[in-house]
């Protein structure tokens, strides 16, 4: 499950690099839950949490149905 999730956020990464920010897969948790930390101009970006739900869990629920959700960490 890890390399599934990491290589869904390699493929989001380069939208995040552009505008100066990162993400960072955290841990994977037994119940689908999955904590990113995000990084550079994400982890103070008033919008992170926008980008957390319309980003970054949208695209892993989307490619990983057991996804449920996707939380900062």
């Known amino acids: 499950m890890k390399e599934k999730v990491e290589a869904v956020l390699k493929k989001i990464r380069p939208a995040l690099q552009k ?18 930390r995000l990084k550079g101009a994400c982890a103070g970006c008033p919008m992170s949490q926008m980008t957390l739900r319309n980003g970054i869990e949208r695209v892993l629920k989307q490619e990983i149905p057991e996804i ?3 939380e900062p960490a």
């Not at 505008?19 to 990113?36: Q, S, W, Y």
């Open 19 to 36: 505008d100066g920010g990162d993400v960072e897969l955290v841990e994977i948790l037994p119940n689908g839950i999955v904590r990113v």
């Open 68 to 70: 449920k959700a996707v």
